[in-house]
């Protein structure tokens, strides 16, 4: 086997407002749904979505870069946010 | 000629009375229509959307205004082929609405772009700009961050064949394309554009080119 072939490994980010944390953007969206007739709506929350692309082959690496990228690069706000990977 | 014009407020909306302002020097009768009522477009001959950030930009720009009340209404006075101007965040929510073609992106480069502008009059047969010629440039501010105007191809060339594009950059300062600036509906009576003519009326303003405009 070649060792010089590494394939990508693509890891995305879901981040999220905290539960505590009054979500304007949710809520405003959530209003707006509301008001468009969608009556069993009970709530929105508006987070975002990051993917990231790794230069590994190694699962557990890329979820440990991510993970410092989270608490080391500022990719989240612990105070304010939560967060999940998923492969 | 006066007209009663109907300007639309939304939550964040925050040009409205520049825009009112603005109505008033030229001899217009002004009132505010609020965002959660529908109203009888007989009541109005012409509807200004200002700008501003409305719904807190939320979503997109323009999306949540896009989908109030307010604008069944302001869809209904377009099919009547009655004027309605969109300035700005207006400009982005009639693009929202689907009353306008294509979608303000962020500015290239992603700056805050507040400058003045030299703009060309592409088209003169809008309601609004008739004082202009053809090929006149004129000079107003810009103040947006997401003002790059982009279409598809195939709408882009619909906007050339059917003489929707109104007014273009001289320089180009957000990215768009084909250097829009603000364009028309197929009809000619929904208008939007970036720049902001209401500040644009006194010489201590720096221009007076808003006071072309109806």
Redesign the interface.
């Known amino acids: 086997m070649n060792s010089d072939i590494k394939s990508d490994i693509k890891l995305g980010v879901k981040i999220m407002p905290r539960d505590v944390i009054l979500d304007?953007?949710g809520r405003?969206?959530e209003v707006?749904m509301r008001?468009?007739g969608f009556a069993d709506l009970a709530e929105c929350r508006?987070g975002k979505y990051i993917e990231i692309i790794l230069n590994t082959s190694d699962v557990n690496k890329a979820r440990s870069e991510v993970e410092r990228m989270l608490k080391e690069g500022g990719l989240y706000n612990p105070l304010i946010e939560k967060y999940e990977i998923y492969s | 000629m006066s007209f009663k014009v109907g300007i639309i407020r939304f939550l964040g909306t925050n040009c409205d009375a520049d825009v009112k302002k603005w109505m008033t020097l030229k001899s217009h009768r002004a009132v505010y229509l609020w965002f959660?009522n529908q109203f009888n477009v007989n009541d109005y001959d012409m509807l200004i959307i200002p700008g501003g950030f409305s719904?807190?930009d939320?979503?997109r720009c323009g999306a949540?205004a896009a989908?109030?009340?307010v604008m069944k209404s302001v869809k209904e006075f377009a099919t009547k082929g009655k004027p309605i101007l969109g300035i700005c965040n207006g400009f982005q929510i009639l693009c929202e609405a689907g009353l306008l073609p294509g979608v303000l992106l962020k500015n290239d480069l992603q700056k805050f772009k507040d400058e003045w502008a030299m703009l060309k009059v592409i088209q003169n047969r809008s309601p609004f700009l008739q004082g202009t010629k053809k090929d006149q440039v004129i000079k107003l501010a810009i103040a947006h961050g997401e003002g790059k105007y982009f279409a598809e191809t195939e709408t882009l060339n619909k906007l050339v064949d059917n003489n929707q594009i109104w007014l273009t950059y001289e320089n180009n300062p957000n990215g768009s394309v084909l250097n829009i600036a603000g364009i028309t509906n197929e009809n000619k009576n929904v208008c939007g554009l970036m720049p902001h003519p209401e500040r644009a009326l006194f010489e201590w303003m720096g221009s007076t080119d808003g006071m072309y405009f109806l």
């Open positions: 304007t953007q405003a969206v707006s008001s468009n508006v | 959660e719904h807190g939320y979503l949540l989908h109030t009340p």
